[in-house]
T-cell receptor, first 117, second 116 residues
């Protein structure tokens, strides 16, 4: 079975601080995909990134960066110089391909980030 | 705009009433999913479908039924609503390429359901 753990439930920072959101996953499969989604107060789910298990390169997109480490089964997300607009609930998720097509996205419980001005 | 459309966006039901949530996608995606989101629980999979005419149970299927009569639509039914089904419901769709890689996971904007 697959499992995603986001140990932090809520974080509050002051604008311009850097913040890292932790994600630890569990799977016995060697091929899998990891995702991060953002859910702003408006409620929709916004896709941020997808990473496959064979690509351990870190990724940077503007103020966002992701650190994927298979050795520790972690896929952490860092926001540099946080802004008020980053305030949201962030979800880490895992998907394992299945030949039968029965794969699905398994979510962590989410982490609420509040960025104060 | 292309994407996943959920109707209705909000609904209040009385205990015991029934209703159907509609999910429609216009991306020709093969796979569709229904999730529920509850505070502190993340999103949990209710049911999913790997193609027209097929459905399967997810993590929390009890009290719900689904149907996928057309590829573009995935319906979630509550036959006898209970207060425990108060939640935000999200539909999603995805597709798999020729290499078997699952892309997409496009989500609808959600349906906020309250059962009183």
């Amino acid at each position: 079975a697959q499992k995603v753990t986001q140990a932090q439930t809520e974080i509050s920072v002051v604008e311009k601080e850097d913040v890292t959101l932790d994600c630890v996953y569990e799977t016995r499969d060697t091929t899998y995909y990891l995702f991060w989604y953002k859910q702003p107060p408006s409620g929709e789910l916004v896709f941020l990134i997808r990473r496959n298990s064979f690509d351990e390169q870190n990724e940077i997109s503007g103020r966002y960066s992701w650190n994927f480490q298979k050795s520790t089964s972690s896929f952490n997300f860092t926001i540099t110089a946080s802004q008020v607009v980053d305030s949201a609930v962030y979800f880490c998720a895992l998907s394992v391909p299945r030949g039968s097509g029965s794969e699905k996205l398994v979510f962590g419980k989410g982490m609420k980030l509040t960025v104060n001005p | 705009n292309a994407g996943v459309t959920q109707t209705p966006k909000f609904r209040v039901l009385k205990t015991g009433q029934s209703m159907t949530l509609l999910c429609a996608q216009d991306m020709n995606h093969e796979y569709m999913y229904w999730y529920r989101q509850d505070p502190g629980m993340g999103l949990r999979l209710i049911h999913y479908s790997v193609g027209e005419g097929t459905t399967a149970k997810g993590e929390v299927p009890d009290g719900y039924n689904v149907s996928r009569l057309k590829k573009q639509n995935f319906l979630l039914g509550l036959e006898s609503a209970a207060p425990s089904q108060t939640s935000v419901y999200f539909c999603a769709s995805s597709y798999r390429d020729s290499y078997g890689i699952n892309y997409g996971y496009t989500f609808g904007s959600g349906t906020r359901l309250t059962v009183v």
